[in-house]
């Protein structure tokens, strides 16, 4: 039997009521539901193997760094990847921020950091802080259109990707407009001029395959939550000879090799990267989310994405004053919208009376925000288990709230 | 609808929210401030004219008050609404009155018969709206505090 046919009966949490009615979840974007695999990985680890890793030589011990170890591998086949070219990290933003200051410790006055206008303030902030402290610059590459619906500005590449490009990076699909970047393309062109490439995955990591290879970055970085896995454990794919030259960013137990009162060497990557106790449960339960989406089928995962975002944009689209953000052709699960009269938080919290858990806001981007002319935007993103009928009762709600506040 | 969100939604918010009261900026003014709930990025500046008044030794009051900046109905609704009472008020009455609405919001328990302000009695059974609820609040009082123009970020912590 295809796995897809009782998705739901998987997810736990969707069997509950919200306000006496049933919970319609479209805050994906934000953070996705767990299978009761991943939940059972957790449990099971604390009843049967919790030990710290790396460091007893007891069969608990041995057995969680077994299971940790093996889930590093499940990661890499999940990437294209090596096992040694996975750190695990709290999530995406821990994952740019040890790039941001590794990577960063080497620029200098007059150096490039060339991002996008996309980015979410966790792909933003931390090079912000490194240009501030290392006095090089930032310039982002522009959204084009009224509505973003255009993407990115590849017009302007030749211009901006200069050789004083030191660090390129990019979100594969952006949060709020749920565009899809030519990622191959952007890294290609960053290594033609010598840049190291950072691809933001923290959306397209769970919504369909995902080959570092093919991509050809020399960093991904990404979070287990928002592809089925715990919140609290990400990765840092990096590729292995820029791994070798990088240091670390947090230093401690576990990434040693040799310690004086004097100083210290390090281990090789991985774990170079890992001081302290690694969030094992989560590691081994990230692993678990790779086996329930592949047994999916990520191409799968992404069709079932585009078809029910494209059912959601057509019947948005029908609706009077509603202003919809980004590309009217392929885009990943999520649709976001506004109107001139009724504001986000507003629509959220009526929408909620229906069971419908919606975002309302900047999403983490607001600079974009800012030059779209907005303070914020209604987003609803889905993922596997969502369903045509739920995006219907969305789309009644939004006429009724539109209707209560006189507009629409 | 249930009967929280018609309790939240009360008329008086749909109508101030619909057509706000002193909105936009006050060239007289000689306090500005501005707040930001860093949540949604809504934004509200406030503009006041503090003066003494026409009677001599006593404390100086707000003679005029505007405001503008973007946000949800509660937000646009208190702002409006608070305009209209802090007209005439010195900045002690302002701290008073604002301690009312606070409780308002909070608890849904009026101290006392306090005019519109208590069709704000409803945001309580939303906490995540209490600073949308507050937000004016808190620019007008950052901008009673200030001696010229600041910038307010208003605190997460209610």
Known sequence: MSPWKNIRADFPILHQQVHGKPLIYLDNAATAQKPRAVIDALVHFYERDNSNVHRGLHALSMRSTDAYETARARLARFINAAATEIIFTRGTTEGINLLAHSLG????????????????????????????????????????????????????????????VKIFTCTHISNTLGVINPVEELCRRARAVGAISVIDAAQSIGHGPLDVQAIGADFVVFSGHKMCGPTGIGVLYGRREQLESLDPDETGGGMVANVTYESARWKPAPERFEAGTPNIAGA????????????????????????????????????????????????????????????????????????????GGHHCNQPLMRKLGLTGTTRASFYIYNTEAEIEVLVTSLRRILAFFGAG | MSGDLSELYQQVILDHNKRPRNRGKLPTANRIAHGDNPTCGDQCSVYLRLEPPATPHQPEQISAITFDGSGCAISQASASLMTTLAKGKTAAEFESMFKNFHEIVTTGQAPEEISDLAAFAGVHTFPARIKCATLGWHAALNALKSAATSTLSESLTR
């Open chain 1, 105 to 164: 410790a080497k620029l200098r006055p007059g150096d490039v950091i060339l991002t996008t206008e996309m980015e979410h303030h966790s792909n933003l902030v931390p090079w912000q802080q490194v240009a501030r402290a290392t006095g090089a610059t930032i310039r982002y590459l522009p959204v084009v259109g009224a509505d973003a619906e255009g993407g990115l500005d590849l017009t302007q590449l030749d211009q901006l990707l200069t050789p004083a």
């Open chain 1, 284 to 359: 081994i339960a990230l692993g678990r989310a790779c086996d329930y989406l592949d047994a999916l089928d990520r191409a799968e995962i992404a069709k079932h994405d585009q078809s029910l975002t494209g059912f959601a944009y057509d019947q948005l689209a029908k609706i009077p004053g509603i202003r919809l953000l980004g590309p009217t052709g392929a885009r990943s699960g999520m649709v976001s919208f506004a109107f001139s009269d009724v504001h986000a938080h507003d629509i959220v919290t009526f929408a909620d009376e229906d069971g419908l858990a919606l975002r």
